[in-house]
């Protein structure tokens, strides 16, 4: 007889394939209600083929696991120091430095310090744990039509991992979707969306040389695999604009993207314009990359409501400020 206590991770252990596939996931965040409809949990994974200068999870950046370290909680004590196997950390003025060269992102530091000064920023999990854990929260989805997004990082980057959380959603009916610059090989593409049920893509710039600039890659292939995911997958898509003051804010960027849209893909496409906000700044001082220099404040309130009008003038139908 069923056993009617099973727990709802049982209920979907159906042994699919590749479930024992290990990636690198940096965050977990449950009741998410701005990455697709209804109420989510959003899995954030590590490795993004781009590094926008603006990038709001920097962490998220590099595929393996990275320490974030707070100087201002650091009290010099050393005990960090003599648990790095690596022999990564010394000490400079009283505070711990380490040499992200050989840092393997092992954790042993963040779990000696005394203060808390040292956390890490992703972990190794199976796709049957993130989907255990996704899976928790089954009951919300449902009611809401919510499900389980990918985000990062890009979700291509961890693609077989990704890839293998996707189908163990399908094969339990919550919906899925994706955050993805679009960047990836279209066989690698088209392999993984088979197990997706909603894209949101973003567009960074239209200038190809400009896109190359701000996130080190060029734009040309982002937007031919969008127009491709729409006229020959036919999945549904959001576009998602960040708005960068003094980057791509300028309205011959914001007219060119509102062009691509209406003309290559569909005027009733739906297109979020998100405003920057400073969260990633922190993080950016945390992860000790000083390389990284973003001069940028949050945009205007009234510009956001300007940039809406002017893309609903090219014709879109259906533009969103925010998330
Ligand atoms: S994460 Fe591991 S390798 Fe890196 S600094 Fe800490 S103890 Fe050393
Ligand atoms: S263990 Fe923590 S408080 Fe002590 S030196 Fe290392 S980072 Fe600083």
């Given amino acids: 007889m ?11 252990n159906t042994g699919s394939n590749n ?22 949990t959003t899995i954030f994974l590590k490795g993004c083929p781009l590094s926008c200068l603006w990038c709001q999870n920097p962490e998220s950046q590099s595929l393996k696991p990275e320490i974030f370290y707070n100087a201002e909680k650091c009290i010099g004590c050393g005990r ?43 972990k190794y999990m199976t ?26 990082g890009d979700p291509f980057a961890q693609s077989d991992f990704s890839t293998a959380i996707l189908k163990l959603c399908r094969e ?9 610059c679009g960047y990836a090989s279209w066989k690698i593409l088209e392999k993984m969306l088979i197990y997706v049920d909603l894209l949101l893509y973003d567009l960074k710039h239209m200038d190809s040389g400009k896109h190359k600039e701000l996130t080190g890659v060029p734009n040309d292939i982002i937007l031919d695999n969008v127009k491709k995911i729409w006229h020959i997958l036919h999945i549904p898509l959001f576009i998602r604009i960040p708005v960068i003051p003094g980057y791509n804010d300028s309205l011959q960027n914001i007219e060119a993207s509102a062009d691509f849209i209406a003309k290559e893909l569909d005027p009733s496409v ?5 405003p920057y906000h400073r969260l990633g700044e922190s993080k950016i001082v945390q992860l000790e990359r000083p390389e ?20 609903e003038a090219r014709g879109l139908q259906n533009v969103v400020i925010g998330g």
């Fill in 80 to 122: 960090c120091i003599a648990v790095c196997p690596e022999k990564a950390i010394t000490m400079h003025d009283g505070k711990a430095v380490t040499d992200r060269r050989i840092c393997t992102g092992c954790g042993a530091c963040t779990e000696e310090c005394p203060e808390d000064a040292r956390e890490l920023a992703g």
């Fill in 292 to 311: 990284i220099k973003l001069a940028a404040s949050p945009p205007d309130e009234h510009y956001m409501l300007y940039l809406k009008e002017i893309m």
């Fill in 270 to 274: 739906q297109t979020n314009i998100l």
């Fill in 172 to 180: 339990a009916k919550i919906h899925t979707a994706i955050e993805t």
């Fill in 19 to 40: 479930e024992d596939l290990k990636g690198v996931v940096f965050n977990i965040q449950r009741y998410s209600i701005h990455d697709g409809p209804g109420i989510r």
């Fill in 2 to 12: 069923k056993n009617m206590n099973n727990t709802t991770e049982e209920k979907y």
């Fill in 127 to 152: 796709a049957r744990e993130v989907f255990n854990e996704a899976v928790k929260d089954d009951i919300f989805y449902k009611r809401s039509g919510g499900g389980i997004t990918l985000s990062g």
